[in-house]
């Protein structure tokens, strides 16, 4: 499936900003199951020089400063994707939790080094034994670890509420468990303490999300959103397969990742400091529209 | 136990007592009561010069350190919580015999850290072959992922480091810890060294004692070296955390011993993608960063975006290339105990060198058996923080009683990789000076090494801490009763060496221009504003003390003064209606609040409080002499405020006290301050607050009131010009001559003519206004507000309306009162506010609707 994503996050300040510092994680970048066929970040007013570099995960950071008095900031990034089709892996046959954990465990699994970071504790997320306790029926040791996800992913889908005023960006995630409510970032992180609780690499993934209009209403430009879910480390032959617990599903054509950390905190798309501004105002628009195959 | 059988002399009662605890090791005496010979030329000066002359000497160092302001802040909050330096009169001494063999493997150890860090944070073979469990890095919570590959090649790592050591009963020498961040003590070596070497000045030069400033010379030009432009004479800037921190003091000891500009996060910014330090006269680009703060405080984009004291966008200048920082970002994370145990093998790994210096036993609880090992043997645990991300003071288990020992065990059991278990060492005992005599107490040993391009060196000396109770020094490096000198004693003599020779090149004669920090700038505009204020405050408060003592407490020139008081919210308003006969007796209550009441804003002691504050923070840039009258101000009103009884009497000696201390700071900026941009601020901050002063002055007395000779007197008293009044008119008091002299009369330094003059005179030599064709807005007003008063005319003010109202004098007050706080405010954001705090970008939660919309699997 193509698509191009246009994603426009715009400030508009009452007074003006002197100068502004930002490092953005917009870019997607190739891996298992995504082709980039093109990308553009065009940012308003324009900087003077746009740093890029590769995280230690692989994700594309950029970096800029303004250092001109601007009254508004708007930051454009066009993508071009193709994403594969992985809703297979739903049948696939898999390793268990515990063959995966302990080819990390015993360093057998040649890329233990890669997804070791993924199991420790993170900045937005502390392994519990609450965590562990209430997902223990998902994910017992000898369950395929595809299944097990998958039965995680419902269970959260299941339990918590989907309430968009109910947390914040920099809700805690055992706040929002203990809470059971929450948005797509609130579930990733649920199901990423879950998994590392019981020693399953799993990381928080941002992207978008391709949503289909109501029956009989035309597709609307611009009314798509950033999303979040997670990912988990299913051994050596499968990898990181996505799941959606928003959408208690397992990724595919519809998820498109830009950029995969230990949780939110790595992959924030838009970060930085401001001087001045006075009373910022935020617009956010993505659209996600599918282009004809050829 | 007989001691000193054959050196000390028997007629020093000085060591007589001298018996260190059975069964360890004392630095002084070997276990059968000998003197060691490394320690017999001091104990035998010691002992010639006797206990009186000794302590004598020591009260007199003492108090030297009490006068300099050295300090340390056992808390990190109000810069006014510190404490004194305690130092002991008697230095610890080491044979350089030994202490060669000891910093040898201490340099060592520097390298095998070194090459530690260099693994982690880049090529991870550590990792990869493992030798150290990767949980101790992705699962650090001081660890960050931009800390991976950041330039290597081109900068070390560690440029100076510590290790901090114990010496157990057989004499042997182990590591209890390491501290590769910005570790604290250089500055309090010095300073250690300074005063013992002074305190026993004569023993100092006949003993073969190393030298430190080779070490600190040495420092210099490895910072130089890191400089990536510029490096003959790189702009190198100590980074600090400010001054409510720990280390503030030594910070800003060390930028003026070392000659670097004392920097907080504010003064730096990052612009054109090099760091820049905000002076007055514009940005100027840093080479080198001395950062003393946390890693994770640096850059609030990259790194803990809660934290507002670094420098925003900094990794990204790191990793051009455009900055050094020192030591390296990203270093304090091999300083956690939880490295320990793994050293040996990284020192194998790595270097190919069996480690030579051990570190005392510790168990990361990370491992299982580790683990199991600790709490098998609790009672001989020290407990520590696997993860060493502050100060956090260690258990010692023996010292728990059994609920908390449960407690702490589960604490383990729930996470155990989160603390590790340390073997406790009996250490060493060495000599030290108490009330009793000389008695021996433990002692730590802080060591310093640098990497050179040769190679790590090690500071001939270190920071000793002496404490009566030994499990007290596994805290931290301000942790122990005291700390002493260490002299380690030479073989050959010594070559006498200051870091103030050094360049041979010859210095062109320079004026100090436009460098300085806009922080500065404003904290020594404040500094001007408060001592002034202080002492308008003493003047009021004196003459009103004066009244009180006077047969006539009601006299009216009283009512004024409570005016003036009332308007700036002191005192109860109700205390000054005119009607009330009795209102000097019944304000007088709340006078002594007006003195020293810390929660009245403006009180006497608020004042000089924050003047106190102020010039903590630009300590590195006045005279010791300027911040010891600024101390004494603020030492006074505090002592005076512990004490219950305030009668009148004592106040008014205590404002008496107060004036003269603030007549002398004055003296010293006059005459003592170089004329720099520095002072132009100071001076400036006085002359506004004097006119605003001034101003209110004469409203509270003039603006409603006849003006009857005692009133007159009052004001001219409080305005400090009634000498020249009398000399002028004698005594008769009237009105328009006594608005001349406080208003139009250019010769009285008291005039408001004279302060605005004084202002236009800064004003115009402000950096850019020199060369500039118009005037800026502060210079307009200030032009205004001076023809203003020149052009007044005093007999019209002086005139009374029907009501007694003086009309002209009155509207020329209020158009003061507007435009002088305006003039401050436009300097203030032209010079000083150059930023307010960064914020951070607000962003949108994803996904606020992207549920039910969306089909699975279609």
Redesign the interface.
Known sequence: MKYRITHTTSYKYSTPVSVCHNVVMLTPHECPGLIVHQHQLAIEPGPARIHQRQDMFGNVVQRFSLEESHAKLVIKAVSEVSVQDRSDLAGVTSPTCRQVVAGLADRTDARWLDVIPFVFDSPRIRRSADFHAWASADLPPDRPIVEAALALTKHIYQEFRYDKDATQVDTPTSVAFEARHGVCQDFAHVGVACLRSHGIAARYVSGYLRTLPPEGKPRLVGADQSHAWLSVYCGETLGWVDFDPTNNCLCSTDHVTVASGRDYSDVVPIKGVFLGGGEPTLSVSVDVAPLDAD | MTLFLNSPPSSSPLFGQYAPPRGIFDEAVTSTGQVRPSWQPLLQQLGEMGMERLRSRWNQAQAQIERNGITYNPYEEDGLVSRPWALDAIPMVLAESEWQTVTAQLQQRARVLDALLRDLLGE?RL??D?IIP??LV??H?GWY??Y??LPLSQERLLTYCVTDLARDPSGQWWATGDRTRSPFGLGYVLENRITTSRMLAGIFRQLPVCRLAPFYASLKEELRRLAPRFKENPRIVLWTKGPQSRGYFEDSYLARYLGYTLAEGDDL?????RVQLLTLGGLLPVEVLLRRLDDDDCD???LN?ASQIGI??LL?VV??GKVAVANAVGTRLVESPAFLPFLPAVSRHLLGEDLAIASVATWWCGRDDWCRYVLENFDRMLIRPAYRMADVRPTVVRSLNATAKDVLMSQIK?SPERFVGQEMIDRSTTPVLTDDGVESWYVGLRTFQLQTKDGFRSLPGGLARVSPDSDSLNFTMTAGERSQDVWILSEQPVEPFSLLEGSSSLLAPRRSGSELPSRVADNFFWLGRYAERAAQSARVLRTLYASLESEDTDGPENLPLLRYLATSGQVDPDHVVPEFSRTISDAASSLPDCVLDVERPLSLRSSVNNALRTALRVRDRISLDMWQAVDRLQDGLQKASERIDRTSVDMADLLETTLAELAALNGLVGEGMTRTLGWSFFDLGRRLERVTQTSALLRSFLAPQRGDAEMLESLLTVSDSLMTYRNRYLSTFQVPVVLDLLMTDTTNPRSMIYQLIRINEHLDAMPGNLHQAQLNPEQRMAVHLASTIKLCDVYALAEQNDSGRRRQLVSLLDQLDADLPRISDAVSSRFLIH??L??????????????G??????
Do not use: C
């Open positions: 991870q990792l990869k493992q990767p949980e992705f699962g919570p992922p931009a991976q590959n910014a990052v612009r054109n993608d609030s984009v990259e975006p925003s966008s990204n990793r051009e729930a930023a307010g960064p914020r951070h970008f607000g962003v949108q939660h994803p996904d606020r609707d992207s549920r919309t969306m089909e699975a699997g279609s």
